[in-house]
């Protein structure tokens, strides 16, 4: 089955700076990338997602990168505020079947 | 809000009991996902139903067995707990036609003592 990974698993930056979390998957037939951002007590919520017929995607502060040579993806966050603070989750799977979810970035915006 | 709902929010248990969980799916959402959340684990897929079928199975235990109704709620049971069933259980659905958007639940936390 696929194998997702993801690094790092801690992440610090300063309020404003940019954080990149960037995931590997092993699946070449994989076609679903979907990123979710997960709050203390709550379910992992959709930020973004791409599609493997794209190599990049972007909304607002918020930007996500394939490559599906490279078998990785990218999830990009600039000028963080702390509202950003939270677990991002990439995930990898063909469309409509199961997510293989990555172990989690717990990313800190220090203001 | 992702419109999904989750019920309990909280059990406490003890090991060798029963337990059921349950999740009504968005308006119109055909497609049920169960996942488990632990600490060591991450999120790990259990199940899928869509429209009332088994789709597709993941790492889910035989103890553990689920179901969708015709009304699309779905119910996850699991049985003769564990201490190490202790985890976050999600549900999330995803409509008909999906490109793969799947929304989440906001979980039931399992207590297992």
């Known amino acids: 089955g696929e194998n997702v990974e993801q690094h790092p698993s801690t992440l610090s930056v300063q309020e404003g700076d940019s954080a990149v979390i960037k995931c590997t998957y092993s699946?070449?037939?994989?076609?679903?990338f979907p990123w979710y951002k997960q709050e203390l007590g709550k379910g992992p919520q959709l930020i973004i997602d791409?599609?493997?017929?794209?190599g990049e995607k972007k909304d607002q502060r918020i930007a996500v990168t394939l490559n599906k040579t490279a078998k990785h993806f990218s999830l990009h966050i600039t000028e963080t505020q702390p509202e950003d603070s939270a677990v991002y989750f990439c995930?990898?799977?063909?469309?409509?079947?199961?997510?293989?979810f990555g172990t989690g970035t717990s990313l800190t915006v220090i203001p | 809000d992702s419109g999904v709902t989750q019920t309990p929010k909280h059990l406490i248990t003890a090991t060798g009991q029963r337990v059921t969980l349950r999740c009504s799916p968005r308006?119109?959402?055909?497609?049920v996902y169960w996942y488990q959340q632990s600490l060591d684990q991450g999120l790990q897929f259990l199940i899928q139903?869509?429209?009332?079928?088994?789709?597709a199975k993941g790492n889910i235990l035989e103890r553990f067995s689920a179901q969708q109704f015709p009304d699309l709620h779905s119910e996850l049971n699991l049985s003769s707990l564990e201490l190490g069933d202790s985890a976050l259980y999600f549900c999330?659905?995803?409509?008909?036609?999906?490109?793969?958007?799947?929304?989440f639940g906001p979980g039931t936390r399992l207590l297992v003592l």
């Open positions: 999330a659905s995803s409509p008909a036609g999906s490109r793969g958007t799947q929304y």
């Open positions: 699946d070449s037939a994989s076609n679903y």
């Open positions: 791409i599609r493997s017929n794209v």
């Open positions: 995930a990898a799977s063909l469309i409509r079947n199961q997510f293989y």
């Open positions: 308006s119109g959402d055909l497609s």
């Open positions: 139903y869509y429209n009332g079928e088994e789709r």
